[in-house]
């Protein structure tokens, strides 16, 4: 049988479902609202037009890398791009990880984390956020070194949850764990934070970005940056020509003008304030903290609100199972979008609530 050469630990995998893509409201990606603006694409149309397309990209995605450094502040050997933070993620776990390696992971967070360490032969340690969906740092950190695990992942601010680790306590993480500790700042932008500033203060320390939160997730882009040591480590993994050419092109357009990112983000956090408000004069909603570009509600019934949405043809994330439970994620939309939300979320005037 063909089956007998398949991986039995990859037996019960599921492929990864992101939906369908056809609802008229999409709100369960997390996926910025905004196109690039008219004037950008005719800019792109051209870089289109003037690309080679009969070789191979920059292995090293040098130009890309290079605004993305001065965007990040940081210095330009210090950052690799990759084809999404997904793939980044991907080349930690396979740098890092032997058979049977462990991983310590926040649970709930980014589903990706545990993905990759698998399938690198790797084991994720799950370590539950308290009921009120924060980390117990200590905790986690003893955790960490008891399990003697290779690597951290976390996501701060934190994806589904929206919350957030204090800069005090990421560096307490830092210093406390004796392995490899990424820092995924994909939402870096809607809460202002980061640790990027230590990357050469610290030996262990690699932080992940992406463009795709940004108004970027069609290119996929994405961005790995740590110290020189660490660098040369994962550019014995890194697949020569990830990043392809019309994505290092277009990223470098936009990144040459970063106005066109804070611009973006800025519409996104009036929606955010916005979206906020409204939802939290909702009797039965309750809301957690959103650093983010989305929001996590919890509800009596997700699936029921889930349900009641998708009939209006509007996607939220819902959970159904642990601390997040009748959450759902709702991604800031444009004001259309959060009003079509608004107007159709209907709550507690169910009998089967
Ligand atoms: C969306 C997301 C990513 C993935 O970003 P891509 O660059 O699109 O692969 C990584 N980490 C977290 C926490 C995310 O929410």
Redesign the pocket.
Known sequence: MIQDFFRKDLSDFESYNAGKIDYKVRLNA?ESFNNLGAATRRKLGMVIEDSIYNRYPDAGALQVCNLYAKYAKVESINVMA?N????C?QIIAHTFLNTGAKVAIQSP??S?YGLYTKVAGGIPIEFPLSEDLKLDVEGFITMANREEVKIVFL?NP??PTGGTITRENIIKIIEGCRCIVVI?E??FEFYGETIVDKINTYENLIV?R????IGL?AI???FLITNNVLMEELKKVKPPYNVNAITQSIGSVVLEEPKIIYKNVERILIERKYLWEKLSCIDGIKLYKAEANFILVEVLNAKLVKEQLLEQSINVRSFTSGVLENCLRITIGSREENDCLLNNITLGNDNNM
């Open positions: 997390n990759g999404g933070s997904d793939e993620i967070d980014f990706m996501s934190n994806n995924d994909a939402y992940l992406t463009c795709s939160k997730a996929r882009l994405g």
